[in-house]
């Protein structure tokens, strides 16, 4: 944390850090997930140790009278946002199965499968290893020899989080850090992870895949597109993200009560505000669809879609797809096996929607590209 106060005729600049007993911990807890040979690496997420002086983050340089410069992330060609705003609208879920249905449903014309990447942004209350299997107590982020991070992957698809640096007993513990160090952790998320690592394409029936085990690493190349989830609000993460990062296009999801369109008109007019254009509105959670024998007369419990649309309209976007409430996407994530990726009969639906989203959604990036 850091505070100006006055001296004089000058400002004196004061940072706070945690106390060595609190640094040794966090720094003790990093190095259970990584390997032997890989100790004296220096720590990914710039935490002082306990045996060095401690020092403020490095933020990236401004230039004269504007804020940083934004740059491309490493071994990635696209990046697509995917906001909220308002908490518990089901964004993470949405971002999970978004990605892989951007990996399943190429772009027309493609000569070769998309090497499509999540990352979870969310430092405070991640979600992406549960949805995706790579919760279990055995997994954790390794670095490579240059000091990099490397993603996990399951069902083809590489992924980072703030949860692969922590050791299981301390899962469920808080990350309680102040916006220095938030802002420190999100830039050695965004720019020190080789998403190279790990790209390798994986499909149902190869070896290692319906266990839903990792595929070897193999050095791959970058990736098309990363989509990262990002956390509910338009605080430090947002802005850090939005400021830094070149951003190809933003998804808004939303849920139709009133109180969730409030915040999503607030997130889209934060895009708007950075330089970052918004692809599109996903109504998630739209309707129900009672299971047979009941008549199949879809149910909007949670209200109807038309304020929802009357928001798009006023907004001037797209509405990518509204997204139905199925037992089956929450069984999904809670399994590891997203609905995107499940053959059975259950979540049909879901699965139809969110590839027919990612084919609008490629469209988009692909015309975003071409015009810069």
């Avoid at 990046?79 to 449903?105: E, I, W």
């Avoid at 338009?234 to 009560?257: E, F, R, W």
């Avoid at 009672?290 to 038309?306: R, T, V, W, Y």
Wanted: with cysteine; net charge neutral; proline share 11%.
């Amino acid at each position: 944390m850091a505070s100006l106060a006055s001296a004089g005729s000058s400002l004196v600049r004061t940072v706070l850090y945690p106390s060595t007993s609190s640094a040794q911990h966090v720094c003790q807890r990093r190095a259970l997930h990584i390997s032997l040979r890989q100790c004296s690496h220096e720590n990914p997420l710039g935490l002082p140790r306990s045996s060095d002086p401690p020092r403020p983050p490095k933020m990236p340089q401004r230039s004269r009278g504007g804020p940083p410069a934004k740059r491309s992330l490493p071994s990635v060609r696209r990046v697509l946002a995917v906001s909220s705003c308002k908490g518990g609208v089901g964004k993470s879920t949405v971002a999970a199965n978004l990605a892989l249905s951007l990996l399943r449903s190429p772009p027309e014309g493609a000569s070769r499968p998309p090497r499509v990447g999540l990352l979870d942004l969310d430092i405070f209350g991640p979600s992406v290893p549960k949805l995706l299997g790579l919760d279990r107590g055995e997994m954790g982020a390794e670095v490579t020899k240059a000091g990099a991070l490397i993603p996990l992957t399951n069902h083809s698809l590489p992924t980072m989080s703030m949860s692969y640096l922590l050791p299981p007993e301390q899962a469920s513990s808080p990350i309680v850090w102040r916006g220095l160090m938030v802002q420190k952790a999100v830039q050695q998320l965004l720019f020190d992870v080789d998403w190279r690592s790990g790209a390798r394409p994986q499909y149902e029936g190869e070896e290692g895949a319906q266990e839903g085990q990792l595929p070897e690493r193999e050095q791959g190349e970058e990736l098309d597109v990363l989509v990262i989830d990002m956390p509910p609000g338009t605080g430090d993460v947002a802005l850090t993200l939005t400021q830094l990062v070149k951003i190809d296009g933003a998804v808004v999801v939303s849920t139709p009560q009133e109180v969730a369109l409030e915040d999503t008109r607030k997130g889209v007019e934060m895009f708007s505000k950075v330089g970052v254009e918004t692809t599109g509105l996903i109504l998630n959670m739209a309707h129900y669809i009672p299971p047979p024998p009941l008549p199949q007369d879809p149910l909007p419990l949670f209200g109807p879609p038309e304020p929802f649309l009357k928001l798009a309209a006023s907004l001037q976007l797209p509405v990518l797809g509204q997204i139905p409430l199925e037992p089956a996407v929450s069984a999904g994530g809670d399994s590891g096996w997203p609905v995107a990726v499940r053959g059975e009969e259950a979540g049909g639906a879901t699965r139809k929607v969110f590839l027919d989203v990612a084919r609008k959604v490629w469209e988009s990036l692909l015309k975003s590209k071409s015009q810069q």
